[in-house]
């Protein structure tokens, strides 16, 4: 898939005309439009903009990670970004309730 085509299908999925995303990403005129139908390719700075709109993370638009990680990668950040204390305790509750339906799968 495409770029513009990545844009198409996520813009529709957030019920975005090209004229919304346009706004909120701060482009002029029907440059969305283009972008889509792979007239012309943004600008990093603009394909971030557009992935930030879109709120899912640029690799998953530019199609270099084929499983969207938007919301809970914000949730990863979060907990990187924590004391290393409060982020050992969640990684661990994390692991065991990972370990626990692991578990019930196999049973």
Do not use: C, W
């Not at 198409?8 to 999925?13: D, Q």
């Not at 440059?31 to 394909?47: A, G, M, N, Q």
């Not at 949730?75 to 204390?85: A, G, L, P, S, Y």
């Amino acid at each position: 898939m495409t770029l513009g085509e990545h844009i198409t299908k996520l813009r529709k999925h957030k019920k975005l005309s090209q004229n919304d995303l346009s706004k909120k990403v701060g482009t002029l005129g029907d440059i969305i439009d283009r972008y889509e139908l792979d007239e012309v390719k943004p600008s990093i700075e603009v394909t971030s903009k557009i992935a930030d709109v879109l709120e899912i993370s640029l690799d998953f638009l530019i199609g270099k990670m084929t499983v969207e990680v938007d919301h809970q990668l914000k949730r990863v950040i979060e907990v990187q970004q924590m004391e290393d204390t409060d982020k050992e305790l969640i990684l661990y509750t994390f692991d065991s309730l990972i370990k626990n339906v692991k578990l019930k799968s196999i049973a």
